[in-house]
């Protein structure tokens, strides 16, 4: 199932977080839903932003272990289960189990302080 096709998913233009919730050269999650919900990440270095199902192609977990604590380093956000290593700007896995799979990308933009979530491209 596609992020698109979750019950839970809210519909383009829908503000997900304000660009301050989500630190510097790190990352924040955002929930939709209870019950197998739907799991985003915005990752953030300065202005730039991406946005990312937050789910590891490797076994389907989310990336952080802990609510809100995603582990980053010089661009990269680590997987705490077993240490997959995934650009920001694309996503891609350059270490790690699922190494050349990628973050499911979702789009979303920067307007007047706030992270929005984007059409389909
Ligand atoms: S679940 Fe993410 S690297 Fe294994």
Known sequence: M????H????????VLCALSAVPDQGGHEIVFGTHEPLRLLV?????????????????SLPLNFDPQVFVTLDGL???AHHTAFFRFED????DG????????AVPAH????????GEDR
């Open 97 to 104: 189990p699922c190494r050349t799979s990628a973050l499911t």
């Open 91 to 94: 996503g891609y896995c350059v």
């Open 43 to 59: 990752l953030r270095q300065g202005d730039r932003i991406w946005a990312y199902e937050n789910r590891c192609p490797h076994f």
């Open 110 to 117: 920067c307007k007047d302080g706030q992270v929005v979530l």
């Open 2 to 5: 596609s992020w698109r096709e």
């Open 7 to 14: 019950p839970d998913c809210p519909p383009p233009g829908t």
């Open 77 to 79: 956000v680590m997987c």
